[in-house]
């Protein structure tokens, strides 16, 4: 497991969370979701994006965002897509356009989403899938875990971190996931935010 956090990058992270217990805080868990405002989607690289140009068919046409954050269509190349909004490309097209048709009116829409690093929930151990989900509104940890495939039979779900940053500082929260998933202590699930990292570490053997 040790290998897997490191080759990802996240020594700093590993250490964080395993240092101290600190319990999320009980606003953070109990807060209603409609008190949250959702952030912005911003595009981020693999994002397959649909862009309409309306009454110039040949123009509009299905995009995957590359991994350098840049798009190519029929008359453009190369032009930056990733942390804008669908709406913000959509003007960009257009301004782009605007050199070969007059008035262009364009529509982005995006069909499967990957999002921004500050925009997904990373998962890394011993989940049965561990992988980066795209955030999306009112998440919560049970959320994650149905993503992921739940725990591995080696999973201490009981002593997973949620590593969050709180007023620009990295903390890392203590999180039960045994009691939520395998003993289904529904007061044990709590909300993640866009960039939580929820770390499940594996039992000593």
């Known amino acids: 497991m040790f290998r897997y956090l490191f080759s990802l990058g996240l020594p700093i992270l590993f250490?964080?969370?395993?240092?101290?217990?600190?319990?999320?805080?009980?606003?953070?868990?109990?807060?209603?979701?409609?008190?949250?405002?959702a952030p912005m989607y911003r595009i981020g690289p693999g994002d397959d994006l649909q862009v309409f140009v309306w009454r110039n068919e040949e123009l509009s046409s299905g995009v995957t965002v590359r991994p350098d954050g840049r798009v190519t269509m029929p008359l453009l190349e190369d032009l930056?897509?990733?942390?804008?909004s669908p709406s913000e490309l959509?003007?960009?097209i257009e301004e782009e356009l605007s050199v070969y048709v007059q008035d262009p009116l364009v529509t982005v829409m995006v069909g499967s989403f990957s999002g921004t690093f500050d925009q997904q929930v990373r998962v890394v151990g011993a989940a049965?899938?561990?992988q980066a989900i795209p955030y999306r509104a009112d998440m919560t940890?049970?959320?994650v875990m149905i993503q992921v495939g739940g725990l591995t039979e080696f999973a201490a779900g009981?002593?997973?971190?949620?590593?969050r940053v709180v007023d620009g500082e990295q903390r890392a929260f203590d999180v039960?996931?045994?009691?939520?998933?395998?003993?289904?202590r529904i007061e044990a699930n709590a909300e993640v935010f866009p960039g939580d990292i929820l770390i499940v570490p594996e039992t000593f053997l």
């Open 15 to 37: 250490v964080a969370a395993c240092a101290g217990r600190e319990e999320l805080p009980r606003q953070e868990v109990e807060a209603p979701a409609a008190e949250i405002e």
């Open 80 to 84: 930056v897509a990733a942390n804008k």
């Open 90 to 92: 959509a003007r960009d």
């Open 128 to 130: 049965t899938n561990p």
């Open 141 to 143: 940890l049970l959320d």
């Open 158 to 163: 009981n002593r997973s971190k949620l590593v």
């Open 176 to 184: 039960n996931l045994d009691s939520l998933i395998r003993q289904g």
